[in-house]
């Protein structure tokens, strides 16, 4: 038998058979790794512990210490632990896939009758009983044919597709979990006990349609999340409801800010609250672009597919875009537009309106851009994933020379702006060329340099991420983490020299010839709903006074004090204080526990004693603690505060 050399972590390495197992490595090694072990990390690809190594390898063995691959093998186990569990329960259904998501894993289901939230407790104690049972796991790889023929025998049409599907050089892996089988690339844990018992649990069930086609039978979803141990599996528990109590869905029925309706999917319809929110946070940013050197532009939202087609998203965004059919009169066959899913080809063309010099740039344009993109029904979230959006676009004309000092004037731009929203530090990474790419060497070396160089002139950590650019030019996205830790990305600064090239852009150079600017993409929000649905989860609904679209309400304690309480509105109003009056025949505590719950940051309680003395009591959301103050007082000073940001 050949001999082929495994090296180890830390440098050694050893003559072994070809053909041999991380699994018998482990067991050479010693005894306790052997129990312990449950992958490995071959040539830096996952394995099974069964799987044949049959040439020159780098081989570390991973046991539940190492926490990447332990959880995902954990996830993986269990998502076929859960069909094993649901067939046994319901012998009828048929299975589908399984892949590991997130926290967790799901597995679609082909079945008549719904799962009931009472199905999951069962399932639930079914698989804890396969894990208890301490199944061995197996794999075998079977010719194609064979594997074909046993799901056909078994009535599993899905696994039949699946198999017709993987590429002719893949191997055919057929595993057992006990004497339940499954197709599955793989690795697995050598046994069901090797699966913390108490450490998952099923957390819901949607609907998916097969291979998400919605011309495709309709299954249904179950969701599990599981970690290594319970403790883990609780932190995440409390991360789920804490996350739950801040949706932006459920916020924004409490606030009374949108809805959103089948007759327009993907469609915000903004109620006054939430559209008091919007242009609120649109003045805010129109202030600061003005400030920042910006002309404002505005384009129209149904465009020729001409100007798609010679941009070049007609052939690579079709797929996302809203196609517009017109009867033109005489014309001989349909004009055929599109609602813009981006701003940048018709920025363009306000650049090529007239002679542009080199004294003109950096031309820094801005648009509160109307956008629409078509996206599957399943993807689509509140506000936060929709098919209409508006973006806080921006281009910047510049040259060559003058990349490192706009990227770093907008990064400087966008810290401040999100300190403003509450966000004090951000993270960027710095996406280098692709393999797939336009431009010279020369050309991509000169405007990395010019990005990297930008990055650091700002005292910002940042971290590379190799080829992850556009195929036209490195860019930097930045990412914000939210109160509970989740990571949103938000901002990007692109670098752009072929849209200008296809479009025709040039300006006059020092040296009277015409040169192609380049086009640097930028947004510090990116899409106007998204942020707002940021804004609202990050703050639990506690918004930012200034931003808050209900500020003020006072609320009578008797109606004697009805006449006082419009007076108080009246001062607060005139000091630009978002203010209303509640005097309805309610006890003063039914009114704060009803404008609490729809986030209002300030209510002022006002009773004879007020009346008397010219004052109100102040209570602030989420303070048990109120105060007396003048009204002279209160007005000036939620008068100051209601000044956004850049006017302070």
Same mark, same amino acid.
């Given at each position: 038998?050949?001999?082929?050399?495994?090296?180890?972590?830390?440098?050694?390495?050893?003559?072994?058979?070809?053909?041999?197992?991380?699994?018998?490595?482990?067991?050479?090694?010693?005894?306790?790794?052997?129990?312990?072990?449950?992958?490995?990390?071959?040539?830096? %690809?996952?394995?099974?512990?069964?799987?044949?190594?049959?040439?020159?390898?780098?081989?570390?063995?991973?046991?539940?210490?190492?926490?990447?691959?332990?959880?995902?093998?954990?996830?993986?186990?269990?998502?076929?632990?859960?069909?094993?569990?649901?067939?046994?329960?319901?012998?009828?259904?048929?299975?589908?896939?399984?892949?590991?998501?997130?926290?967790?894993?799901?597995?679609?289901?082909?079945?008549?009758?719904?799962?009931?939230?009472?199905?999951?407790?069962?399932?639930?104690?079914?698989?804890?009983?396969?894990?208890?049972?301490?199944?061995?796991?197996?794999?075998?790889?079977?010719?194609?044919?064979?594997?074909?023929?046993?799901?056909?025998?078994?009535?599993?049409?899905?696994?039949?597709?699946?198999?017709?599907?993987?590429?002719?050089?893949?191997?055919?892996?057929?595993?057992?979990?006990?004497?339940?089988?499954?197709?599955?690339?793989?690795?697995?844990?050598?046994?069901?006990?090797?699966?913390?018992?108490?450490?998952?649990?099923?957390?819901?069930?949607?609907?998916?349609?097969?291979?998400?086609?919605?011309?495709?039978?309709?299954?249904?979803?179950?969701?599990?999340?599981?970690?290594?141990?319970?403790?883990?599996?609780?932190?995440?528990?409390?991360?789920?409801?804490?996350?739950?109590?801040?949706?932006?869905?459920?916020?924004?029925?409490?606030?009374?800010?949108?809805?959103?309706?089948?007759?327009?999917?993907?469609?915000?319809?903004?109620?006054?609250?939430?559209?008091?929110?919007?242009?609120?946070?649109?003045?805010?940013?129109?202030?600061?672009?003005?400030?920042?050197?910006?002309?404002?532009?505005?384009?129209?939202?149904?465009?020729?597919?001409?100007?798609?087609?010679?941009?070049?998203?007609?052939?690579?965004?079709?797929?996302?875009?809203?196609?517009?059919?017109?009867?033109?009169?005489?014309?001989?066959?349909? %004009?055929?537009?599109?609602?813009?899913?981006?701003?940048?080809?018709?920025?363009?063309?306000?650049?090529?309106?007239?002679?542009?010099?080199?004294?003109?740039?950096?031309?820094?344009?801005?648009?509160?851009?109307?956008?629409?993109?078509?996206?599957?029904?399943?993807?689509?979230?509140?506000?936060?994933?929709?098919?209409?959006?508006?973006?806080?676009?921006?281009?910047?004309?510049?040259?060559?020379?003058?990349?490192?000092?706009?990227?770093?004037?907008?990064?400087?731009?966008?810290?401040?702006?999100?300190?403003?929203?509450?966000?004090?530090?951000?993270?960027?990474?710095?996406?280098?060329?692709?393999?797939?790419?336009?431009?010279?060497?020369?050309?991509?070396?000169?405007?990395?340099?010019?990005?990297?160089?930008?990055?650091?002139?700002?005292?910002?950590?940042?971290?590379?991420?190799?080829?992850?650019?556009?195929?036209?030019?490195?860019?930097?996205?930045?990412?914000?983490?939210?109160?509970?830790?989740?990571?949103?990305?938000?901002?990007?600064?692109?670098?752009?020299?072929?849209?200008?090239?296809?479009?025709?852009?040039?300006?006059?150079?020092?040296?009277?010839?015409?040169?192609?600017?380049?086009?640097?993409?930028?947004?510090?929000?990116?899409?106007?709903?998204?942020?707002?649905?940021?804004?609202?989860?990050?703050?639990?609904?506690?918004?930012?006074?200034?931003? %808050?679209?209900?500020?003020?309400?006072?609320?009578?304690?008797?109606?004697?004090?009805?006449?006082?309480?419009?007076?108080?509105?009246?001062?607060?109003?005139?000091?630009?204080?978002?203010?209303?009056?509640?005097?309805?025949?309610?006890?003063?505590?039914?009114?704060?526990?009803?404008?609490?719950?729809?986030?209002?940051?300030?209510?002022?309680?006002?009773?004879?004693?007020?009346?008397?003395?010219?004052?109100?009591?102040?209570?602030?959301?989420?303070?048990?603690?109120?105060?007396?103050?003048?009204?002279?007082?209160?007005? %000036?000073?939620?008068?100051?505060?209601?000044?956004?940001?850049?006017?302070?």
């Amino acid at each position: 038998m050949s001999q082929i050399t495994l090296t180890f972590p830390d440098g050694n390495s050893r003559s072994v058979d070809a053909g041999i197992t991380p699994g018998q490595v482990a067991a050479d090694i010693s005894k306790s790794l052997s129990k312990k072990a449950i992958s490995a990390t071959v040539n830096g %690809a996952h394995w099974d512990l069964a799987w044949p190594i049959d040439d020159d390898a780098s081989i570390a063995i991973n046991t539940m210490q190492d926490e990447e691959p332990a959880l995902e093998l954990i996830r993986h186990d269990l998502a076929h632990i859960m069909a094993r569990a649901v067939q046994a329960i319901w012998p009828d259904v048929k299975v589908t896939i399984g892949p590991v998501r997130d926290f967790g894993w799901f597995y679609d289901f082909d079945r008549e009758e719904p799962f009931t939230p009472e199905d999951l407790g069962a399932i639930e104690a079914e698989m804890k009983k396969i894990i208890n049972s301490r199944a061995p796991v197996r794999t075998e790889v079977w010719p194609r044919d064979k594997a074909r023929q046993h799901y056909v025998d078994t009535n599993e049409p899905y696994k039949v597709e699946l198999l017709d599907r993987i590429p002719g050089d893949e191997p055919i892996r057929m595993y057992w979990h006990g004497d339940w089988q499954d197709l599955c690339r793989g690795p697995h844990l050598q046994n069901t006990g090797q699966v913390p018992a108490d450490a998952f649990k099923l957390t819901r069930v949607s609907s998916a349609y097969w291979l998400g086609d919605n011309t495709r039978p309709q299954l249904q979803r179950i969701y599990g999340i599981a970690f290594r141990n319970r403790e883990d599996l609780k932190k995440h528990l409390q991360f789920l409801e804490e996350a739950e109590a801040r949706d932006h869905r459920r916020l924004g029925r409490d606030m009374d800010l949108y809805h959103m309706q089948e007759e327009a999917p993907g469609q915000v319809f903004w109620h006054p609250n939430g559209w008091t929110i919007y242009t609120t946070l649109q003045d805010y940013m129109r202030r600061r672009q003005r400030a920042g050197g910006y002309v404002e532009v505005n384009t129209p939202q149904v465009v020729d597919r001409k100007l798609w087609e010679a941009s070049g998203h007609w052939d690579k965004y079709q797929d996302h875009m809203f196609i517009v059919e017109v009867d033109e009169e005489h014309a001989r066959e349909k %004009a055929i537009n599109a609602l813009k899913p981006m701003n940048c080809p018709c920025h363009v063309q306000v650049f090529n309106q007239g002679l542009k010099s080199y004294r003109d740039l950096p031309l820094r344009m801005a648009e509160f851009g109307s956008c629409s993109r078509y996206e599957p029904s399943g993807a689509l979230h509140g506000i936060m994933r929709v098919r209409g959006f508006t973006q806080d676009d921006g281009h910047i004309f510049c040259t060559e020379d003058q990349i490192e000092e706009e990227c770093a004037r907008f990064i400087e731009f966008l810290a401040e702006t999100y300190r403003d929203l509450g966000f004090e530090s951000f993270d960027i990474a710095f996406a280098t060329r692709p393999e797939k790419r336009v431009g010279s060497d020369e050309s991509w070396d000169h405007v990395e340099g010019a990005l990297e160089a930008a990055i650091k002139s700002t005292g910002n950590a940042y971290r590379v991420e190799e080829g992850d650019g556009a195929f036209y030019g490195p860019k930097l996205d930045f990412y914000l983490t939210d109160a509970i830790g989740r990571v949103w990305q938000c901002g990007t600064f692109q670098v752009d020299p072929n849209l200008p090239e296809r479009l025709g852009a040039t300006y006059i150079a020092e040296d009277s010839a015409k040169h192609r600017p380049y086009m640097l993409h930028r947004a510090t929000l990116g899409s106007f709903e998204r942020f707002i649905g940021i804004l609202i989860e990050n703050s639990a609904g506690k918004l930012p006074f200034w931003l %808050a679209p209900r500020q003020v309400v006072v609320a009578s304690i008797v109606s004697e004090a009805d006449d006082y309480v419009q007076e108080v509105v009246a001062a607060l109003t005139k000091a630009g204080i978002r203010a209303e009056a509640d005097i309805r025949n309610e006890k003063i505590n039914y009114k704060v526990r009803e404008h609490s719950l729809a986030k209002v940051p300030v209510i002022l309680a006002i009773g004879r004693k007020e009346v008397e003395d010219r004052t109100v009591t102040l209570r602030r959301l989420g303070e048990k603690t109120t105060r007396v103050i003048a009204l002279e007082t209160v007005v %000036a000073d939620l008068g100051a505060e209601a000044k956004a940001p850049d006017q302070r």
